[in-house]
């Protein structure tokens, strides 16, 4: 599956047009919806990546129920003077979470949330 992935925060652009994800045994829509259930928390960090890693997603839980999923675009990872973005969206462990994980399912397979 091939898809483009835009970060936005204040000051910062990045954009990476091909991203390349195989769908083998865990994708993004999977870790996503496993953060979504684990709504009352976890120790550490929890962490997804595309094949070619140009895609990275981790995730951490903090007190009060919020989940710091931080998006992560690396294209070119061996590429000399490549270069790395990286966003932080805090969620609501609950709704907020499980919202996101069916918007992005609803993105990535076309089923409805």
């Given at each position: 599956?091939?898809?483009a992935?835009?970060?936005?925060?204040?000051g910062l652009?990045a954009?990476?047009?091909?991203?390349v994800a195989?769908?083998w045994?865990?994708?993004?829509?999977t870790?996503?919806?496993a953060?979504?259930a684990?709504?009352?928390?976890?120790?550490?960090e929890r962490g997804?990546?595309?094949?070619?890693?140009d895609?990275?997603?981790?995730?951490?839980f903090?007190?009060?129920g919020h989940?710091?999923?931080?998006?992560t675009?690396r294209p070119?990872p061996?590429a000399a003077?490549?270069?790395t973005?990286?966003v932080?969206?805090?969620?609501?462990?609950g709704?907020?979470?499980?919202?996101?994980?069916?918007?992005?399912r609803?993105?990535?397979?076309?089923?409805?949330?």
């Amino acid at each position: 599956m091939h898809y483009a992935v835009e970060l936005r925060a204040p000051g910062l652009a990045a954009r990476v047009d091909e991203v390349v994800a195989w769908i083998w045994d865990r994708d993004l829509t999977t870790f996503l919806d496993a953060l979504a259930a684990d709504y009352r928390g976890w120790d550490g960090e929890r962490g997804w990546q595309t094949n070619d890693r140009d895609l990275t997603v981790s995730a951490v839980f903090r007190s009060g129920g919020h989940v710091g999923p931080t998006w992560t675009l690396r294209p070119w990872p061996r590429a000399a003077g490549g270069w790395t973005a990286s966003v932080t969206t805090w969620l609501e462990a609950g709704e907020q979470m499980a919202s996101l994980a069916a918007h992005v399912r609803h993105f990535l397979t076309g089923e409805q949330q």
